[in-house]
């Protein structure tokens, strides 16, 4: 598939606010409504747009602790890559599981309402999940997301 200009300029306003309707993000492009929920729904059918996503306000609900752990599996042979994977995201939680390559062999997000109850998280859950080794823990002091275009390259 192919992408011009216009396309790209969807992708970043939706990136921004995905709720936005094709003719209101139609009307900022300089175009029509259909041409605007046709072009949606060409980058949605190549499989470029997946989904929507709505970002919670974790101190709001009471997680204001958020943790990356390291996870180095200890026995890589006699525990499956699917059998861990399915006991951690099995956590509330763990709120993403990623396989990595590296010193560790899962990176994940996890959340808590404080650090007492991420060691609860950590000992009674985590630490008992089939074939974990050593576990490296990185607590979040800050987040921001820094807007700026796609880092895609365009073809003239």
């Given at each position: 598939m192919s992408f011009d200009a216009t396309d790209f300029a969807i992708l970043r306003a939706l990136s921004d606010d995905a709720t936005q309707s094709a003719g209101a993000l139609g009307r900022k492009l300089g175009l029509s409504q259909p041409a605007t929920w046709r072009r949606i729904a060409r980058l949605r059918d190549e499989g470029v747009l997946t989904g929507r996503r709505v970002d919670l306000d974790r101190e709001a609900l009471g997680l204001g602790v958020t943790v990356?752990?390291?996870?180095?599996?200890?026995?890589?042979?006699?525990?499956?890559?699917?059998?861990?994977?399915?006991?951690?995201?099995?956590?509330?939680?763990?709120?993403?599981?990623?396989?990595?390559?590296?010193?560790?062999?899962?990176?994940?997000?996890?959340?808590?309402?404080?650090?007492?109850?991420?060691?609860?998280?950590?000992?009674?859950?985590?630490?008992?999940?089939?074939?974990?080794?050593?576990?490296?823990?990185?607590?979040?002091?800050?987040?921001?997301?820094?807007?700026?275009?796609?880092?895609?390259?365009?073809?003239?």
């Open positions: 990356f752990l390291g996870v180095k599996l200890a026995t890589k042979g006699r525990v499956s890559l699917e059998d861990f994977e399915r006991a951690v995201t099995a956590i509330p939680e763990v709120q993403t599981v990623q396989h990595v390559l590296g010193l560790y062999d899962y990176r994940l997000r996890v959340v808590a309402r404080d650090l007492s109850d991420f060691e609860r998280v950590l000992r009674r859950r985590v630490m008992t999940l089939p074939g974990v080794g050593n576990v490296e823990a990185n607590v979040l002091l800050s987040e921001e997301r820094l807007p700026g275009p796609l880092a895609v390259h365009m073809r003239d």
